[in-house]
């Protein structure tokens, strides 16, 4: 096979169809995984007997019938892999599940590869990507930055060219904030549109499984084979993929008004405004939305009783465990949600939460897709370690409210920002907008 190890799914199929087998492709992604120079991007790497029954068991009669037939795929390590081990990033956590997630099981049945399990925020609280008691990974795109977070370890092998596609999750912007920050197309589904059955919980009547890929078609296509209705998971709902060739376009798209914009870094104000010219460029109407109602979600995540719904899930395991096992912000920021917030507290965040829900569905009535920047700054890794709170929360501006209102989004990567870093645009839509969304975003790389 060449030497130059394909990067998208277009090219790994095109290298089959030359006669290529899966076990050589296969094998050499495994070796160039483990002579990466970065040890922070892979927590655990399949072994080569493994690598070696996966392609054994891919029958070239289904190569044409699979649309992932021997694609490998990075899965990130609150996702399990049977055999695998799952850490969530905390060592003291890990354990080796027997089932594949649903999720996984799924891309396995549509010919995928899982190659290995990826560094992560522990317990996928942050959007940096630097709270992991494992190297930090190093952003391909912006060396001294952050790679972004919770899904580093997924971004940071797409982005280096080590696999074509990786699985994150995504609750407050843990799929879109690091597809931005390394220039990548970050695809957050419709909540529930994805199974999360054997996904380590965040929050989990919000997670979601995302993708992360070099471009629209090859996040398209993981989707697509991953989604679908599962019965043993509660949160699933019947929501289909849509079919991308047929999505109505977008002509109408919502943006910030200038008064919602965070002013954080004039580089990445910059990179906003290119973005809106190439938007204009592809013939878009662009609107001003006032963000108030949005930013009011935004702020029950972190602010309110959903914080409480983590410790719902670790609480067992914070309290049986020393307390050096688990890293200090990310003890403190689970643990704040026993203690700050009452059942009382929940039940009211609740009705708050239905009645902006109501307040924002006449904006989709006038646009056909909400556009905003994936992150409005792009912290180096000294300024985290400075502060290991401010920034984080400053990255999920645009992405914290998504989930609490059961919308798709898409982060696809705009304009570079006139320091040449990375910059992103996040499309976001209501459920179900999957395809139109999709289909926006390969307009913006076409």
């Not at 094998?27 to 790497?45: K, N, Q, S, W």
């Not at 649903?102 to 891309?107: D, E, K, Y």
């Not at 995928?112 to 990974?137: C, E, I, S, Y």
Request: proline share 10%; net charge negative; aromatic share 6%.
């Amino acid at each position: 096979m060449s030497h130059i190890l394909p990067r998208t799914i277009a090219q790994f199929r095109d290298n089959y169809a030359t006669g290529v087998s899966p076990a050589a492709v296969l094998a050499d992604v495994r070796a160039r995984i483990l002579t990466c120079d970065d040890p922070g991007i892979f927590l655990h790497i399949a072994s080569a007997d493994a690598i070696a029954a996966f392609a054994a068991g891919l029958d070239p009669a289904d190569r044409d019938r699979l649309p992932l037939w021997g694609v490998p795929f990075a899965v990130k390590d609150n996702i399990d892999v049977a055999g695998m081990p799952t850490t969530a990033a905390c060592p003291a956590y890990a354990y080796t599940p027997s089932h594949h997630a649903a999720a996984v099981a799924r891309l396995i049945a549509a010919g995928a590869v899982p190659v290995g399990k990826t560094n992560l925020d522990q317990f996928a609280t942050g959007l940096n990507g630097t709270r992991t008691p494992h190297p930090v990974p190093r952003n391909p795109r912006a060396p001294g930055r952050v790679p972004g977070g919770s899904s580093s370890g997924s971004a940071v092998a797409v982005a280096a060219g080590l696999v074509p596609v990786a699985l994150g999750t995504d609750t407050a912007g843990s799929g879109r904030v690091p597809a931005g920050l390394c220039g990548l197309v970050g695809l957050k589904p419709t909540s529930g549109a994805v199974s999360t059955r054997g996904v380590v919980p965040a929050c989990r009547s919000l997670d979601c499984v995302s993708v992360l890929a070099h471009d629209v078609a090859d996040a398209w296509s993981v989707y697509a084979a991953m989604a679908g209705y599962d019965e043993a998971d509660p949160y699933s709902r019947h929501s289909l993929p849509g079919d991308l060739a047929a999505a109505v376009p977008c002509r109408v798209l919502g943006i910030p008004t200038e008064a919602d914009l965070p002013h954080f870094e004039p580089e990445a104000e910059a990179a906003w405004d290119a973005c809106l010219l190439r938007l204009r460029a592809l013939g878009m109407e662009v609107v001003p939305v006032p963000m108030a109602p949005f930013q009011a979600v935004a702020g029950l995540l972190y602010d309110g009783a959903w914080v409480a719904e983590r410790l719902a899930t670790l609480e067992p395991f914070l309290t049986a465990t020393e307390p050096g096992a688990v890293l200090p912000v990310t003890r403190a920021i689970i643990e704040a949600g026993g203690s700050r917030h009452s059942a009382a507290d929940a039940f009211r965040a609740m009705h708050r939460l239905a009645a902006l829900r109501r307040e924002t569905e006449p904006v989709w009535t006038r646009i056909d897709a909400l556009a905003v920047p994936t992150a409005p700054l792009f912290p180096t890794l000294a300024e985290m370690a400075a502060d290991p709170v401010g920034p984080n929360s400053r990255l999920g501006t645009f992405t914290n409210f998504v989930n609490l209102l059961g919308l798709a989004a898409l982060a696809v990567p705009g304009p570079d920002r006139p320091d040449g870093l990375p910059a992103g645009v996040t499309f976001i839509g209501p459920g179900g907008s999957d395809a139109r969304l999709a289909a926006l975003g390969l307009r913006m790389a076409a």
